[in-house]
């Protein structure tokens, strides 16, 4: 039997899983801790950076400039750190799906009144070895709400992490460019044209950049990527 999520919400009333106090718009975060997120701007529309010069007519930062990645766009409402980091690492390495669907709810939000929504969403994958490990993907369990609330497929079959690279975290930025060489690959019968990849936080945009080299490779024309979180 479903039920209404209003008579849910008045039997299980939403509350912040910040600070305790009482959730607004349904959500588990109260205003004064939403008001306390560190908002992701001024940005580079292609990826998500903060630069010196927001005025700049092109709107893309010297780096996007001279070397354009293979992404279109990208959407990453929020900066890496205090609450967001908070949440994005409870729901990482301890499955916290409460984090989730607030992270999820978030992402979707600003996306929906800010850009036209593409055909499916697809994940960044894990290697079935790190996935065995963890037993979850945190970007799917993300995408899972931003799917639902508003009402995009879901695409986790059509991109394969084939190979177990190395953990990124305490890599430069070259030594994660050469870490996810190759490690992507796109099933032959995938057709969507206008795709958005889903991830917890964008750091340096390697991960990213080389599957939305192998998307484009497989004939996919707009990349963005969805990011609840970037890294400065």
């Not at 939403?14 to 306390?36: F, M, R, V």
């Not at 899972?144 to 084939?162: A, E, F, G, M, Q």
């Not at 975290?169 to 460019?177: A, C």
């Amino acid at each position: 039997m479903k039920i209404n999520q209003n008579y849910f919400n008045y039997l299980f009333p939403p509350t912040c899983i910040l600070c305790g106090d009482k959730g607004e718009q349904d959500n588990d975060l109260c205003t004064a801790c939403y008001n306390d997120l560190a908002l992701n701007k001024p940005r580079c529309y292609r990826c998500a950076s903060d630069f010196d010069a927001p005025n700049l007519a092109s709107g893309l930062c010297p780096v996007c400039t001279l070397n354009p990645p293979a992404f279109d766009e990208t959407f990453a409402p929020f900066a890496h750190s205090h609450a967001i980091r908070h949440l994005v690492l409870r729901l990482k390495f301890h499955n916290h799906s409460p984090s989730a669907r607030l992270l999820g709810t978030l992402l979707a939000t600003y996306v929906k009144k800010t850009t036209e929504l593409p055909d499916c969403l697809i994940p960044v994958p894990l290697h079935k070895n790190r996935y065995r490990e963890r037993g979850f993907n945190q970007s799917i369990e993300i995408a899972k709400i931003v799917s639902k609330t508003l009402n995009i497929p879901l695409d986790t079959k059509s991109c394969i992490r084939h190979r177990d690279t190395a953990h990124q975290v305490g890599l430069n930025g070259y030594e994660r460019i050469e870490n996810m060489k190759n490690a992507f690959s796109v099933h032959p019968t995938f057709q969507a044209t206008h795709v958005a990849i889903i991830d917890d936080v964008m750091t340096t945009g390697s991960t990213v950049q080389h599957l939305a080299m192998a998307l484009k490779t497989a004939g996919c024309h707009r990349i963005q990527v969805w990011a609840c979180s970037r890294a400065r």
